[in-house]
């Protein structure tokens, strides 16, 4: 089990600018998570997927937000046209299949967006 | 919807001290509860689950808290602070199709020597 992998940890970019985050979940987690957190709050979620479907998009994630997990295994983060109210931590998470309320999810170490 | 409120965005302790840190939630449904820490810069680590059955949930590092329905509860506790227990506490319920986590919105832990 080595854990949920987050790359990069950190970006700096300017505004407008379009940024990708990876996500490699623990192998043969079915479920995965992407939240984000703002400085002093807790994190909230953006979107989940089962496999390679997904499954359940938050309110928060606008048009310029995509994300997607091809093969069921790594998933990727994008924002285009990035703008100062992105600045954040994008956490990912993972748990695996079976009775959900048994299987909490597993967070990576996140990925820290700043925006210039 | 559910939802978590954390009553006190900074909590300080001396050392040795009664750790506790307040969580009410709301929930529509049997909620599934948890608490998660989080050191700087780094993600979040689980110190204790509640779904179903006793009421009085042990983890990890000395930690426990109390589900109470009654009071929708779920308040975390530790005898005697340590050094290390200093970091910011999340205390969060699942809701959704997805049964994504919604979080408090932290309480930081300060521990005084």
Not at chain 1, 49 to 61: I, P, T, V
Request: net charge positive.
């Amino acid at each position: 089990d080595t854990g949920v992998s987050q790359n990069p940890r950190h970006k700096i970019t300017k505004r407008g600018q379009n940024v990708t985050f990876r996500c490699d979940p623990i192998s043969e987690h079915n479920r995965l998570y992407w939240y984000r957190q703002t400085l002093g709050q807790g994190p909230e979620f953006l979107t989940y997927f089962q496999n390679e479907a997904q499954l359940e998009k938050s309110r928060l994630l606008s048009d310029r937000f995509s994300a997607e997990r091809p093969k069921g295994s790594f998933s990727t983060l994008e924002i285009q046209r990035t703008e100062q109210g992105d600045s954040a931590m994008y956490l990912c998470a993972s748990s695996p299949m079976g009775v959900i309320s048994n299987q909490p999810q597993h967070f990576g170490d996140g990925t820290r967006l700043s925006i210039l | 919807a559910q939802s978590v409120t954390q009553l006190g965005s900074h909590v300080s302790v001396s050392e040795g001290a009664l750790v506790l840190l307040r969580c009410n939630y709301s929930s529509s449904v049997p909620p599934y509860l948890f608490w998660y820490v989080q050191y700087p810069n780094q993600g979040l680590q689980l110190l204790l689950k509640y779904t179903t059955g006793a009421t009085l949930v042990k983890g990890i590092n000395g930690f426990e808290a109390e589900f109470k329905k009654s009071e929708t509860s779920f308040h975390l506790t530790k005898p005697s602070a340590h050094m290390s227990d200093a970091a910011e506490y999340f205390c969060a319920v699942t809701s959704g199709s997805a049964r994504q986590l919604t979080f408090g919105s932290g309480t930081q832990l300060t521990v005084l020597p």
